[in-house]
C-alpha cells in the first residue's frame, strides 16, 4: 500500500474514532441528533410495588439545575415483592400528549449513581405493563443526556408483542432496573424533551 493510501486510512481511522467517542459521551447520540426538541411539559409523580404487597420506597424533592426543574428521585428497592421496583412518570399536559403521539426521539438530561435504569414509553394498547422501554447507565455523579429514538424503544421478553402505536401513547415514565434488585437509588432528571 502506498503512504499516501495509509495516511488516509489512518485519517479516516481517526475520525471515525471520534465520532464514536462523541456518541458514547452523549448517552449512544449525537446530542444534536434530532434537533433542539420541545420541552416536555406535565406533573411528575411517583410510584412503587404498594399494589404488588411490596414495601419498596421511593421519594422526589425539586430543584433546580442549569435555570430548569430538576426531580431528584431516591429510594430502596426491596425483594418482599419478588420483582421489586419502584418508578416515576411524567403525566403531559394536551399539547405535550400531542406531540408525543408524534415523536421521533425522546430525550433528557441526569445525574445518577452508576446503577442501570429503564425509561419508558407508555401505550395504550399494552394490557401486561411490558411497555416499550430502553435502558440507561451512566458514570456516578457525572451528569450526562441520554436521546432516544423512538424505534429504539422495545417491549420486555416477558410480554405480550403489541404494535408500537404512537398514537395511543400515554406518557414517559421511568422505572428501576431489576439487574441490580434489591438496593437504595439516587438519579436526579431534567431537561426532558420530545423531538419531532
Not at 416515576?88 to 445525574?111: C, G, H
Not at 422501554?133 to 441520554?146: N, T, Y
Amino acid at each position: 500500500m502506498k503512504k499516501t493510501q495509509k495516511a488516509l486510512v489512518l485519517t479516516l481511522c481517526g475520525a471515525l474514532c471520534a465520532l464514536l467517542v462523541t456518541c458514547a459521551s452523549s448517552g449512544g447520540a449525537p446530542s444534536d441528533g434530532f434537533g433542539e426538541g420541545v420541552p416536555y411539559v406535565g406533573e411528575w409523580a411517583v410510584f412503587n410495588d404498594e399494589n404488588d404487597n411490596g414495601n419498596s420506597t421511593v421519594q422526589m424533592t425539586v430543584t433546580e439545575k442549569n435555570g430548569m426543574p430538576a426531580y431528584t428521585i431516591t429510594g430502596n428497592v426491596t425483594t418482599k415483592f419478588i420483582y421489586g421496583f419502584v418508578g416515576w412518570m411524567i403525566t403531559p399536559d394536551a399539547a405535550t400528549l400531542e406531540n408525543l403521539k408524534n415523536a421521533k426521539a425522546i430525550s433528557f438530561r441526569y445525574v445518577g449513581d452508576g446503577k442501570r435504569q429503564t425509561v419508558k414509553y407508555r401505550i395504550g394498547t399494552v394490557q401486561d405493563y411490558a411497555h416499550f422501554e430502553f435502558h440507561f447507565a451512566g458514570e456516578p455523579g457525572v451528569e450526562d443526556r441520554v436521546e432516544v429514538p423512538v424505534r429504539f424503544f422495545q417491549q420486555p421478553s416477558w410480554g405480550v408483542p403489541v404494535r408500537l402505536n404512537q398514537q395511543r401513547a400515554e406518557d414517559i415514565s421511568w422505572q428501576t432496573h431489576e439487574s441490580w434488585r434489591p438496593g437504595s437509588f439516587e438519579i436526579t432528571i431534567w431537561d426532558v424533551r420530545i423531538h419531532l
